[in-house]
């Protein structure tokens, strides 16, 4: 067993890359546009090169076990990516062409998955064998561990609770091309819509009325709550509310120890956490209630995508 | 390893036993009633009397390897039964009362596990690794594999679908005592439920008209569509779209490869399988379509509760 291996996130916007020793650490990490090159053998050399140069500055050549990549529906099973509309090669061969490239073996998973697999190897679910991570960015991903592994499905592509159907009829446009997913409600993205509906829908002052409405974040929801804004609290209320009624029906199918919830949003503190928490309790089958617990990442946001590919890097064959 | 397992399935009403051989094949079966005892020792006397009786007569006696039992709220890490309305003991130790009893490893879980379990073993699942069984019966059971093992959670409880909720306001009551139950509307009371509703909101004629209202049955609304009834018609549409929807849901959690659907309703052929395909695919993840295969049950309905539980006994230790 070498001692080291490298993790690679491939975000829609950088590819972070990391020497990751067992214990967790990051050794050295550096970064690429993703979206740089259309042309994919170009993006790969361009990795290729600046990954040799970080395992030449770190004494790590030749000591990589294993590459782990988390990337937008990555499969776990044939190390393809599909149809994943926000990189610029939305399909191709991943694992076989970055392991032909480095001579090192490659296995790759989505994003969320394994942000799972980091935080039962590093961070907050050390210990724990059934856990829902849920991860709040810009859409909404989760990574669903039972038994002490993470669920990949018949196809490799399970746990998209973020496609989840909270709101059956009338409910809002979401980037899958239907209607009414969780992430179009509890993401960040989700959060600024509520902003813009609640806004258009109510006549009290708010904070949020200083704001060009087309330009509202998720941030400044939160700025304005956390100064008293009352409809920036109730959009919390509103958002964490979902997101709880969701957990509570996902605890009926795996019945979790605990939540996982990772990402900007998880940051919003009580304000997400108290509509959630009372949610959850409110609508969750008996046998279950005070049960799954609601836990925040340990991961450093800046080494959690790096940590939880390289997790992966470990099983890699 | 010795050559016969006891299966035994604790329904509401009746508890039935048999002796099963490794190829599945039900030796002999006897049964009880349930609800004859309302002394939990009695009824375990009576049980053991019968089983002695059973093995004796099959040339059984010191040939059982194990008991797996299947029974409503079993939980199959602590061995017990909590909270189980139906049955005259509501609580106890289930698997260490009859392990002392009979002086044979018992293993428990709830029914519907039992059944994903037998179908594994014996039925329509054999050689799949990931698939959800749906129990259609007096209420909405279900049983999830993934990766060859049933999904039983942190607490041994998981696995409740029939309680994932599929309307969120003005929904059915349901026993579990929240509102909008997934069994309120597809179990076979959930049927006929619909039916009273539907008769009472239109107005145009219709076979199940000429029935006494609060004595239609799931059964009844099956013959008025056999016989052309729209309105009968119309109340298995509802019933298959809100599976079907349902089903959809289900399958961004874990991806399986099939839905088996085992009990008195998924007999209805065409009537449910039509919309209830329809509605699953038209609310279908881009990702999952077209995969899923929804299957019926191979085990005979008589056989099967026994069978499953059979299956659970060679686990047993």
Redesign the interface.
């Known amino acids: 067993m070498k001692p080291y291996v490298l993790g690679i996130d491939i975000g829609g916007t950088n590819t972070v890359f990391g020497i990751v020793d067992a214990r967790g650490n990051v050794i050295a990490s550096s970064s690429i546009k993703t979206q740089k090159h259309t042309n994919f053998e170009d993006y790969l050399n361009e990795l290729h090169t600046e990954a040799v140069r970080l395992f030449e500055a770190n004494d790590a050549v030749d000591k990589i076990q294993g590459i782990g990549i988390g990337a937008p529906?990555a499969n776990y099973y044939d190390g393809r990516i599909?149809?994943a509309v926000n990189l610029p090669w939305p399909s191709l061969p991943l694992a076989q062409l970055v392991s032909e490239k480095f001579g090192i073996p490659v296995a790759v998973t989505n994003d969320a998955n394994a942000a799972a697999l980091g935080e039962m190897t590093y961070g907050a679910a050390r210990g724990l064998?059934?856990f829902i991570m849920i991860t709040l960015g810009t859409g909404v991903g989760s990574g669903?561990v039972?038994?002490g592994?993470v669920?990949?499905?018949?196809?490799?592509?399970?746990?998209?609770?973020g496609?989840?159907?909270?709101?059956?009829n009338n409910g809002r446009l979401c980037g899958?091309?239907?209607t009414g997913c969780l992430e179009t409600y509890c993401s960040a993205t989700g959060v600024a819509r509520t902003a813009r509906e609640f806004l258009e829908a109510r006549t009290e002052p708010s904070l949020l009325r200083n704001l060009e409405i087309e330009a509202i974040t998720s941030k400044d929801v939160y700025d304005a709550a956390m100064n008293g804004d009352q409809l920036a609290k109730d959009i919390f209320n509103f958002t964490g509310t979902i997101l709880g009624?969701a957990m509570?029906?996902?605890t009926?199918?795996?019945?979790?120890?605990a939540f996982i919830l990772f990402g900007g949003l998880s940051k919003s503190g009580d304000l997400l956490l108290r509509p959630l928490k009372e949610a959850m309790d409110r609508?969750m089958?008996?046998?279950?209630k005070g049960?799954?617990k609601v836990i925040l990442s340990e991961l450093k946001e800046a080494d959690a995508a790096v940590l939880g590919a390289s997790a992966l890097g470990w099983e890699a064959k």
Chains 1, 2 share one sequence.
């Open positions: 529906n599909d149809n064998k059934d669903i039972i038994n592994q669920v990949y499905g018949h196809d490799g592509l399970a746990g998209e609770l496609h989840l159907i909270v709101k059956r899958c091309g239907r009624e509570a029906d996902m009926v199918f795996s019945s979790p120890e609508n089958l008996a046998v279950f049960k799954p």
